[in-house]
């Protein structure tokens, strides 16, 4: 499925980057992110969850073209060092396009650097390094050993370690310190570091005692503008023969607070039905995708105390919320003690449940936050 070429009918694309043909703007932090990485700095990119810190930077990567080897790594699933390891070396195996027979010869001294085998992955046919089991010793070594390849690889190296905020919970000791100084000492490589929780990634790189403390260039990735969304939302539908009004346009925008997933997902969904500007349809939709993600709501219920969901709740009842401790929001809403929703507010936050935006609490998913204040 991996290099099946991408035949794209609907224009409102939901997961990944096709081409600058489907994305909105981000020409500025393109443009900053291609002037930091000509000029050697490295880079950590965040916003909120969905926003499109992602997609953006396969976009860099997309035209960044030839000019650089560019390997993308997802931490997401990384729970130890080890585990960071393993996911760059397994990307830079895809990157060049090592097969199990050009393998050996090509990049025999990562191999050997990694200490580690070459096997073939069962499901996808793909050659894939696995390190021995109980190698606890090397972890360090192993990295060190694929940065040094990569610095002696002809090209500029760039590397995204998306969902960076991954090695706070690595239980090795000195995650941070260690990996500040690996990178720091690379010349022939430049970083992109991106996370979505703003306070993980600030934990990481602005707390003043962190080892990346002022290390990298930061770039804060907001809404995209409101005007600029409209205009490529009404283009989109009328260059497949259809038509949305301004109005309902930003209908869609406000109502999705300008996210970006959200927003393209609601005209995802309208592009599929061939929208022609009818509002009965405009607001079906709507509850149509509200409906179709109710059992994952209902299970949010499960898993939440009853202050909890009580205080979620209340919150999209109220759309944004800059005091929840005030009297009268708390009485509006038969919550309990200042205390309990204090411990409720934070668990919440944590979970990233609510969000904390500019002193406003607002339910972070906001197709939950919709269907929440509806049902
Ligand atoms: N500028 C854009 N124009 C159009 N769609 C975008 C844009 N940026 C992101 N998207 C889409 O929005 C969704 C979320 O983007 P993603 O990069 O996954 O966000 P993040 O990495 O911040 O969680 C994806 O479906 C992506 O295709
Ligand atoms: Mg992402």
Known sequence: MHNA???IMNPFIVSGF???GYFCNRKSEL?????AFRNGRNVTLYSLRRMGKSSLVKYLFSSLGKEADCIYVDLFPAAALQDLTLLLANAVTRHFGFTVKTFPKKIAALLRAVNASLSVDPYTGK?????????ARGKQENLEGILSYLEKSGKKVLIAFDEFQSILRFPEKNTESMLRSLFQN???????FCGSSRGMMEAIFNDAAGPFYRSTQHLYLGEISREDYKSFITGKFRAGGMKIEEKQAEFVLDTCRCHTYYVQYFCNRLYSKRFRGN???LYDTLEEILLENQPVYNNYRNLLTDTQWRLVK?????GSVEKPLAAEFVN???LKSPSSIQRALASLLEKEILLNNNGKYLVYDVFFSLWLKKY
């Open 127 to 135: 050659p894939e390094i696995k390190f021995g089991i109980g190698d």
């Open 314 to 318: 209340a919150v999209a009842k109220e």
């Open 279 to 281: 509002d009965r349809m």
């Open 31 to 35: 443009a900053k992110l291609k002037e």
């Open 186 to 192: 690379c010349r022939n490589i430049n970083f992109i």
């Open 18 to 20: 096709a081409g600058a």
């Open 5 to 7: 070429k991408r035949i």
């Open 332 to 334: 509006r809403y038969g």
